[in-house]
């Protein structure tokens, strides 16, 4: 059952939850040096099947590390599967091959493999213009002292307002970022590392959500 049960999620689940652990580098086979972000992927239990019947959409939730305490809700639904920091859910039409307890582990990847990772972006604050939006800034001289990182002309004179999407200073990053067709350069089976070639969103321990395309 055991085999059967890591065959059936190799062919179908496709997705798993991590966190970023850093940034590092490898050698590829050629010499090359080639930037990684190194995540710490899984295990993952399944915890909860969503059928449209019932819940009106089709999807699977995956539990991700673990945590002293949780609420009496959530530890009536998880029962005995674990205290789970992480509680995610991935859409999908597959329902009839998962089953709640099965386990997912980074073996689901192979090397070589392209994946889109979703993480929450570092958060910077309150940000201007030049930061925020890349504006270049006026010019030191000709009357503009004290002026150089301002934004400058808000609106127009015909509606005599500021027009919704003005590039303006405000808040920056904690927003949700997805990167796509990132490389898996390589497997630790034994650690649950996946190598990533290149930059992810997100700080050190940031939740990860590691999708493929099928």
């Known amino acids: ?39 710490q992927a899984g295990p993952c239990i399944v915890t909860a099947i969503r059928v449209s019947d019932k819940d009106k959409y089709q999807a699977v939730q995956i539990g991700f590390d673990s945590k002293k305490k949780v609420n009496k809700p959530q530890k009536g639904q998880l029962k005995d599967l ?15 091959n998962y089953k709640i ?69 405000g808040r920056m990053g904690g927003e949700r970022v997805t990167v796509k067709n990132l490389e898996i350069v390589d497997i630790d089976t034994e650690k649950n590392f996946l190598f990533i070639n290149g930059a992810i969103a997100g700080g050190e321990n940031a939740l990860l959500e590691i999708r493929t395309k099928n």
């Open 101 to 169: 307890g099965d386990k997912i582990g980074i073996s689901i990847f192979k090397k070589g493999e392209s994946v889109d990772v979703s993480s929450v972006s570092i958060g910077k604050g309150f940000q201007g213009v030049v930061k925020r939006h890349h504006f270049r800034g006026h010019p030191a001289t000709h009357g503009h002292k004290d002026q150089s990182r301002m934004s400058g002309s808000i609106g127009a004179t015909g509606p005599q307002r500021v027009l919704k999407g003005t590039r303006m200073a």
């Open 1 to 39: 059952n055991f085999i059967d049960n890591c065959l059936r999620i190799l062919v179908f689940m496709r997705f798993i939850l991590g966190k970023k652990i850093g940034m590092t580098q490898v050698f590829s086979e050629d010499g090359n040096v080639v930037p990684v972000t190194l995540v």
């Open 82 to 96: 674990g205290n789970f920091k992480y509680l995610k859910e991935f859409r999908t039409d597959n329902l009839e």
